[in-house]
T-cell receptor, first 115, second 111 residues
């Protein structure tokens, strides 16, 4: 079975632009989470969606938004890009809604560079 | 709040050496604890987990014991191999639906 797939793998944008990142979860997984990983740091939680509903939001500005589609794929949108948004954006899928005992399955990420 | 602190790297060891990567946590409620690993060029993947105090997670020769009294979840392996070279992340999940990750520890094993 295919793992979590993300696109694009790399992209370069300039300040003020908008970006859309896409994620397809593992087949059968209904939960998708997004994390931001700045170089040298651990992943930071941005959003979690389950059955197309937002179930959690991290401490990120309103420039960040996401949605989940009926086929459980997801998009992360970032508006008015800042230099500090440069990071690896990770998508993770899981079977369950709650995360206490569940395992996250990560994609390889989308590397965003903002110039 | 919830947070994870893990030892800073990078760590360089010779093959067959003993490995310990320290991880301590702060959490509300009763968290589950995880170690994730990121091999070069690959995505994060679960290495092991423990869901309650005194549980021991183990996989691929790695072990970690959930110690509530010391709020720790140290990763150990008795004899590392070159193929263990990777970045290791300690993480917790408590209330809600998010994971909290440490900053990662880079391990390089030399032959």
């Amino acid at each position: 079975d295919a793992g979590v797939t993300q696109s694009p793998t790399h992209l370069i944008k300039t300040r003020g632009q908008h970006v859309t990142l896409r994620c397809s979860p593992i087949s059968g997984h209904k939960s998708v989470s997004w994390y931001q990983q700045v170089l040298g740091q651990g992943p930071q939680f941005i959003f979690q969606y389950y059955e197309k509903e937002e179930r959690g939001r991290g401490n990120f500005p309103d420039r960040f938004s996401a949605r989940q589609f009926p086929n459980y794929s997801s998009e992360l949108n970032v508006n008015a890009l800042l230099l500090g948004d440069s990071a690896l954006y990770l998508c993770a899928s899981s079977l369950e809604d709650t995360s206490r005992a569940g395992e996250l399955f990560f994609g390889e990420g989308s590397r965003l560079t903002v110039l | 709040g919830n947070s994870v602190t893990q030892m800073e790297g990078p760590v360089t060891l010779s093959e067959e050496a003993f490995l310990t990567i320290n991880c301590t946590y702060t959490a509300t409620g009763y968290p589950s604890l995880f170690w994730y690993v990121q091999y070069p060029g690959e995505g994060l993947q679960l290495l092991l987990k423990a869901t309650k105090a005194d549980d021991k997670g183990s996989n691929k020769g790695f072990e970690a014991t959930y110690r509530k009294e010391t709020t720790s979840f140290h990763l150990e392996k008795g004899s590392v191999q070159v193929s263990d070279s990777a970045v290791y992340f300690c993480a917790l999940s408590a209330t809600g639906n998010q994971f909290y990750f440490g900053t990662g520890t880079s391990l390089t094993v030399i032959p």
